[in-house]
């Protein structure tokens, strides 16, 4: 396993994550990605621990809470082992503050997460999104107050557009307070957008990139086929893909490009999509679910090897979709305002 510097923080995780939202499986929407229980869970944390994972990665309305409950139970004995990251922002009741990033939910969340995953401190305490409601001086002094404390050691944020990440790290330097060390942020072959505003914004701010839907709900599992629906049972056959939509046809080029790479190096399409991943700028881990011990050890072989520089290209272009405006007329400067990564447009 590959350790990788988080942002600008001295802490190191591993290249692969191991996300548990398939943990529970309570409600329609989750119960679609998994319905792992605890002596599971404690199986599936066994391969990660012996392949070098260090970071296990969730969220309080993960199933309402009890994904947090299982994990907690799952690594009962061995917390110093591992780093849990864990989400707050949206909705966990019914009451008009039971969601946001105020002081009043944040201080609330953190302490029902605490307690559901049965420890003393989150390693990653991340919003799951923006909260435009709440003044940024409010949400960072609370999340600052939480490091200061002891019961969360770095923070990070989710699904935020670049400004919101940059008013935020702004605010953090003016007043000395606690700063975002990375970015969790939906990126993949098939959503390819985080490289416009946000990965350049990452490399000039050292905010670390922990990567959600690697695989695109599955899009990019090697499951997916010209003229072949969904397998039946599989999340993408029940809930569909999340995500903005490129158009299906461009969907199968990319999947040819797997293909072929795949034939080459001997490696499954998603090895290789998620290898793909770990050589972006930024990228410091690949979060990656998994509903049975196939499942993971299949992702966990994305490590160790990479792919050529020619094979990262062909990928790139495959993929590339057209820019919207201001970037792609960005694009003609890079003289002077260089891409994060190539262009074949």
């Given amino acids: 396993m590959e350790y990788r510097q988080l942002g600008g923080s001295g802490l190191k995780v591993s290249a692969l994550s191991f996300g548990t939202a398939t943990f529970g499986g309570r409600g329609d929407f989750f119960s679609a990605w998994g319905k792992t229980d605890v002596a599971e869970a404690s199986h599936l944390i066994d391969i990660c621990l012996e392949a070098g994972v260090n970071l296990f990665d969730t969220a309080d309305v993960y199933s309402g809470g009890v994904s947090e409950e299982v994990l907690g139970k799952a690594i009962a004995g061995r917390r110093d082992q591992l780093l849990i990251s864990t989400k707050a922002t949206f909705r966990m009741g019914e009451e008009p503050n039971d969601l946001g990033s105020s002081r009043y939910h944040l201080i609330r969340a953190c302490e029902d997460s605490l307690r559901r995953l049965n420890t003393d401190h989150i390693d990653i305490y991340t919003l799951h999104g923006f ?67 946000l990965m350049p914004l990452a490399l000039d701010q050292k905010v670390g990139t922990i990567v959600w839907s690697p695989l695109a709900s599955g899009v990019l599992s090697g499951k997916i086929r010209r003229g072949q629906p969904a397998p039946e049972g599989s999340r993408v056959q029940q809930i569909g893909s999340e995500g903005s939509r490129i158009p299906d046809e461009k969907v199968y080029e990319i999947v040819d490009a797997l293909d072929a790479i795949a034939s080459e190096t001997g490696k499954s399409v998603s090895q290789i999509a998620l290898n793909w991943l770990l050589q972006r700028p930024t990228v410091a881990s690949i979060i990656v679910g998994a509903r049975n011990e196939e499942q993971l050890k299949q992702n966990l072989g994305a490590v160790g090897w990479n792919l050529s520089a020619e094979q990262v290209a062909r990928l790139d272009k495959a993929s590339e979709i057209p820019t919207i405006y201001p970037y792609w007329h960005q694009r003609p400067f890079a003289e002077r305002n260089p891409l994060a990564v190539p262009t074949y447009l």
Avoid at 175 to 190: D, E, I, P
Wanted: proline content about 1%; charged content about 20%; hydrophobic content about 35%.
């Fill in 131 to 197: 909260d435009a409601l709440t003044p940024v001086e409010e949400t960072l002094r609370t999340l600052d107050t939480l490091v200061q404390s002891g019961k969360v050691r770095y923070i990070a944020c989710s699904n935020f557009s670049g400004w919101h990440l940059m008013k935020s790290l702004a605010t953090s330097q003016t007043y000395g307070w606690t700063r975002y060390v990375a970015h969790q942020a939906f990126y993949s072959l098939v959503g390819r957008e985080y490289e416009w505003e």
